[in-house]
């Protein structure tokens, strides 16, 4: 079994990785016992963190497309409820109902005021 190196043999390499090349993401942490690396594997070590930059970023698009995607989904479908039908009961349901599809969302409540109080605060306006 080999020696493990002693804290004071290792050297900590940090190598950002920036997407759009200016926006700093975050970082690779490289422990070596070399003092430094030979051009050839700070290339190879470069590739790896552009790489890993476009990988990152590609994940991070496709998740907020897939939430767009998901929120016209909604929209669609209460829109589609609103047209459908004439209950108001049903209609705050599935907008209820809709809204709890949203990522993150915990609980949904819908509040309408009551016809007299919605007729005095169009007279205030």
Known sequence: MGAVPSDLDVNEFDIPITIRGEQVIGK???ATE?????????EFIEAI?????LALESAR???EANKRVEQERAIREI???FSRTLDFESLLQSI???LGKIPLVKETSIHINPPDEIE???VAD
Request: proline content about 0%.
């Open 61 to 63: 698009l496709l998740e």
């Open 120 to 122: 005095r605060s169009e």
């Open 96 to 98: 209820v109902k809709e």
């Open 49 to 53: 963190s552009n790489q890993t930059a």
């Open 34 to 42: 070399q003092s430094d690396f030979s051009s050839e594997e700070k």
């Open 79 to 81: 829109t589609t409820e």
């Open 28 to 30: 690779i942490t490289l």
